[in-house]
């Protein structure tokens, strides 16, 4: 059996826009994971914070857009009007039923360099095949965050918002959300809907919201002093949303500031008049200290003003932690430890540098994602980010292989490459 060109761990946006540039280049590509995973355990109710003209995967031809979709449901995707996180999941699913090769819904446990300058690649079931180069697009979910404080709890007691699939089972409970950014307050939102005790939680003094995005046609001073951009209006997002090439020749320092400051927590404009309905919101506050009290959790609140400011303390049935996410190398459990430690990072970040075409340290090996971010900028912590992913890492792999200009094969591509390899895409289905 032939060594794939590319095997990519993960079926996710990044993961499905790559392999669909991939394959569009004739290189023998397979996917790895399960489709959409992490978009798939959202829980009901939850709505698309991105416009919809920024939540494209990408194809070499823009065939495969969400508007595209969306035609084939009888919707509109129009700018301002969200869509519900269950329509964008079926979105990636049909995309890549058009687009991609084969999408193998086994896991990856293991990727492991070969002398030869390959890769040995093993999934859940033990079976290990070869690869030339890798790519790893593995979403957010390995990177979840929870303050130290409360990680002693889990998952009993503590839970991360991204561990929650329905929150219906919360009725009539006591929860305590941590958080000011969009998974948190969305999260309070549905858990009081939902029949819950919600509770907020934040060490921000006060509450950022979104404004309703103005118009796509507007005056030229109006557009001018706030151009639209996949990240929201205005010159600073323009310059992360069209740049992240400069970003990438920022000193270490900036670009781990920057990362850590830019687009911070937010919550969308449309959830701010349901957000009324969460009664108990602290602001300014910090978990300082939490101890099981019974089935329950006791929490030790601090003002975040400094030292000497009066503690109080919450007794709640549950703590969801809406606390994000942050890339780290140690997070990256399918590449062997010594490989990990020797792969160049972003200063002190723990985030993997990668090159001009999203080529890490270690040759033949790519990232994809929110890993990128501290690389490349805030683009790649959403949708957006993916069409610059997959032009330039597709390059990259090209590069790597020495592999000859091919011609785009797409539309189309998917059922020529199953073609090729006798398989079609497995657990790949989608309405419409």
Not at 63 to 68: C, G
Not at 131 to 158: I, N, Q, S, W
Not at 206 to 221: A, F, Q, Y
Not at 299 to 328: M, Q, S
Request: with cysteine; charged share 20%; glycine share 10%.
């Amino acid at each position: 059996m032939h060594d794939d060109d590319l095997l990519i761990v993960g079926a996710g946006p990044y993961g499905l826009s790559v392999a669909a540039h991939a394959a569009a280049r004739g290189l023998r590509v397979r996917v790895h994971g399960r489709l959409m995973s992490s978009w798939h355990d959202m829980p009901p109710g939850m709505l698309l914070k991105s416009e919809p003209w920024a939540s494209d995967l990408s194809d070499p031809t823009g065939a495969y857009r969400l508007t595209a979709y969306a035609a084939t449901r009888g919707v509109r995707a129009e700018h301002g009007v969200p869509l519900p996180v269950a329509f964008f999941t079926a979105y990636g699913e049909w995309f890549a039923r058009h687009a991609v090769p084969a999408v193998d819904p086994r896991a990856v446990t293991a990727v492991r360099p070969r002398p030869d300058g390959g890769f040995a690649v093993t999934t859940e079931d033990g079976e290990t095949t070869g690869a030339r180069t890798v790519a790893l697009a593995l979403g957010v979910m390995p990177f979840t965050d929870v303050p130290a404080v409360l990680r002693p709890l889990m998952p009993g007691l503590v839970t991360h918002s991204s561990d929650h699939t329905d929150l219906t089972a919360f009725a009539g409970r006591d929860v305590t959300v941590l958080g000011a950014g969009q998974a948190a307050l969305e999260t309070a939102v549905l858990l009081t809907e939902f029949g819950a005790r919600a509770r907020v939680v934040a060490r921000s003094r006060h509450l950022v919201w979104n404004t309703v995005p103005p118009s796509l046609r507007r005056d030229p001073w109006e557009a001018a002093r706030a151009p639209h951009t996949g990240l929201g209006c205005g010159w600073r997002n323009l310059l992360y949303a069209r740049t992240p090439g400069l970003f990438r020749r920022l000193p270490d320092t900036t670009r781990e500031r920057v990362f850590d400051t830019a687009l911070g927590p937010a919550g969308a404009w449309w959830l701010r008049p349901r957000f009324e309905a969460v009664a108990d919101v602290r602001l300014g506050k910090t978990v300082v200290a939490a101890a099981p009290a019974g089935d329950r959790v006791r929490l030790t609140l601090a003002d975040t003003g400094g030292p000497g400011a009066a503690a109080t303390e919450v007794e709640t049935d549950h703590v969801i932690a809406a606390t994000g996410f942050r890339p780290r190398l140690d997070r990256v459990d399918v590449l062997p430890r010594d490989v990990r430690a020797a792969l160049r990072t972003v200063g002190a970040s723990g985030a993997p540098e990668v090159s001009g075409r999203f080529e890490s340290s270690h040759p033949g090996l790519f990232l994809a994602g929110l890993l990128t971010a501290p690389s490349y900028g805030p683009a790649m912590r959403f949708v957006y980010g993916a069409s610059y992913t997959a032009q330039r890492l597709v390059r990259g792999v090209e590069r790597r292989l020495g592999a000859a200009r091919r011609p785009a094969a797409v539309p189309g591509a998917r059922t020529r490459a199953a073609d090729r390899t006798g398989t079609r895409a497995e657990g790949v289905r989608a309405p419409g």
